[in-house]
């Protein structure tokens, strides 16, 4: 005979029947949401705003949630300062995302203010594991502050996982990724022409 203690429900509360579980074995472990940190990160990013890039994001990641593959390496977020000549470079580690984005944008506000046209601002996204719709709707919003001011802004990013959020919101159509630092640092001879005019 069974003992009671080893006896378990199967299917949902009150319906039929017990299954033995024989001693000593242990319950089958919880399943964890797919996706882990990273996913819950990417839902985190969804509905804060009603901007064309954050609904055309939102509707990217939710599309390919389940197929979708995000390097994770969990990096701490952090974001650097550096002086090329008279161009600022803005480098970014770790996920840009609902919780992050903020100090992106302050950071990138900084550098414009210390812009030296026709040398831009470049946000390098080489070390950025992950980006999200709010990261994507902050790099927009710099993109105007520096259209404002006078200031090119440009986007370094080599990785599908950043570059495919770029393509399906289209933003790659006002900050097109550079391959290399090296290339988004490179002063156009039109850039050129246009500060000598300014001046």
């Known amino acids: 005979m069974v003992p009671p203690a080893a006896l378990r429900p199967v299917g949902p509360p009150g319906g039929p029947g017990l299954r033995a579980r024989s001693r000593g074995?242990?319950?089958?472990?919880?399943?964890?949401?797919?996706?882990?940190?990273?996913?819950?990160?990417?839902r985190a990013g969804y509905g804060s705003g009603t901007q064309p890039v954050e609904q055309a994001a939102t509707a990217f990641?939710?599309?390919?949630?389940?197929?979708?593959?995000?390097?994770?390496?969990?990096?701490?977020?952090?974001?650097?300062?550096?002086?090329?000549?008279?161009?600022?470079?803005?480098?970014?580690v770790g996920e840009v995302d609902s919780s992050t984005a903020a100090e992106l944008g302050?950071?990138?506000?900084?550098?414009?203010?210390?812009?030296?046209?026709?040398?831009?601002?470049?946000?390098?996204?080489?070390?950025?594991?992950?980006?999200?719709?709010?990261?994507?709707?902050?790099?927009?919003?710099?993109?105007?502050?520096?259209?404002a001011a006078g200031v090119e802004l440009r986007v370094v990013a080599r990785h599908r996982h950043v570059l495919r959020p770029f393509e399906v919101t289209g933003l790659d159509r006002d900050l097109r990724p550079a391959a290399t630092l090296?290339?988004?640092?490179?002063?156009?001879?039109t850039d050129a022409r246009r500060a000598v005019l300014r001046g």
């Open 106 to 147: 302050r950071a990138t506000a900084v550098a414009l203010a210390l812009a030296t046209p026709p040398a831009p601002v470049v946000v390098d996204l080489s070390d950025v594991d992950f980006i999200s719709a709010a990261g994507l709707n902050q790099l927009q919003r710099d993109h105007g502050a520096a259209s």
């Open 182 to 189: 090296a290339e988004a640092l490179r002063v156009r001879a």
């Open 61 to 92: 990641f939710e599309r390919e949630e389940a197929a979708a593959v995000v390097a994770h390496f969990d990096r701490p977020f952090r974001v650097e300062r550096e002086v090329h000549g008279y161009a600022i470079v803005v480098r970014v």
């Open 25 to 42: 074995t242990a319950p089958p472990p919880l399943r964890q949401p797919p996706g882990g940190r990273a996913a819950q990160s990417r």
